[in-house]
């Protein structure tokens, strides 16, 4: 089965480091979207993309996060400078629109830890 | 605008107990209906669909039906097994729209079976 693969599962830092999160999309799909798991929000969309470029990314502090889509096979959130408050897991997704709707496919998470 | 309410969790039952977890919705436009499964260290995998009103959506036992008239997307499952434990969305996604395949999610209600 194609799956959306996520680089690094786990990722401790200290306060002030750069973190880059990387996502494979499934091969063929056009939108990537990134979200962001807490216990306390739930889960948040933080920006997507389609066709690589961004649709939407309202859902993502400006001043420090930046999302991008190098290319087709590559999508990277950046934050810089990580704050504690960012611990969190975050999920990148693809899927294939418009047309017949075919489901959302989530990765397995970049566990975020910041000290 | 679109937004998913789902009862809160966690929600606790035996082996082989009867399962209801509610979703109600709002949107403008023609939405369709979702049900995501989360199991612990993983990501969100899509359970069921229904992209009309009245459609029955239905896997692995779970079933939920599309009520235009009550805004409602409620998952059921007539005997729930431990392995069923997990965390359960409902989302929303309005395809007629610009945002097209951008899903609204409900907070998530949590599932605990006991053996």
């Known amino acids: 089965d194609a799956r959306v693969t996520q680089t690094p599962r786990h990722k401790v830092t200290e306060m002030g480091q750069e973190v880059t999160m990387r996502c494979q999309p499934i091969?063929?799909?056009?939108?990537v979207f990134w979200y962001r798991q807490t216990m306390m929000q739930g889960l948040e969309l933080l920006a997507y993309f389609r066709n690589r470029a961004p649709l939407d990314d309202s859902g993502m502090p400006k001043d420090r996060f930046s999302a991008e889509m190098p290319d087709a096979t590559l999508a990277t959130l950046k934050i810089q400078p990580s704050e504690p408050r960012d611990s969190a897991v975050y999920f990148c997704?693809?899927?294939?629109?418009?047309?017949?709707?075919?489901?959302?496919?989530f990765g397995d998470g970049t566990r975020l830890s910041i000290l | 605008g679109n937004s998913v309410t789902q009862m809160e969790g966690p929600v606790t039952l035996s082996e082989e107990a009867f399962l209801t977890i509610n979703c109600t919705y709002t949107a403008t436009g023609y939405p369709s209906l979702f049900w995501y499964v989360q199991y612990p260290g993983e990501g969100l995998q899509l359970l069921l669909k229904?992209?009309?009103?009245?459609d029955k959506g239905s896997n692995k036992g779970f079933e939920a039906t599309y009520r235009k008239e009550t805004t409602s997307f409620h998952l059921e499952k007539g005997s729930v097994q431990v392995s069923d434990s997990a965390v359960y969305f409902c989302a929303l996604s309005d395809l007629l729209s610009f945002q097209g395949g951008k899903l609204i999610f409900g907070q998530g209600t949590e599932l605990s079976v006991k053996p």
């Open positions: 997704a693809s899927g294939l629109v418009p047309g017949h709707y075919q489901p959302q496919h």
């Open positions: 229904a992209t009309k009103a009245d």
């Open positions: 091969l063929g799909h056009n939108t």
